[in-house]
């Protein structure tokens, strides 16, 4: 079986740099994830280390024209890891083609 190169259907891939976790606001994903990471907020070194570390990039269930309908998964540090990942945790009828 070769590999696939592209994701499982209704799956959006996104890249997520530094600065989209050192800037989020309280309210989304990114800030939690940082909230996890266990960031220091006023310690500068700190923020700058953690969104670092969760830079990459991530993917969600999306269906066409809608919001997400899971939580993002994630870093991958290339498309390719994200892309086996979601292949090897959600396969469907289409890997077997």
Known sequence: MKANTTF???IEAFHMNASDFQHADDSTWMHDA??????????PESVAFEAKHLAGIYYWFCYPGCLPD?????????MELAIAHAWEEFPSDEDNE
């Open 8 to 10: 499982p259907q209704n």
């Open 34 to 43: 940082m909230e996890n990471a266990g960031v220091d907020w006023d310690d």
């Open 70 to 78: 899971s939580d993002a998964f994630g870093p991958f540090p290339s």
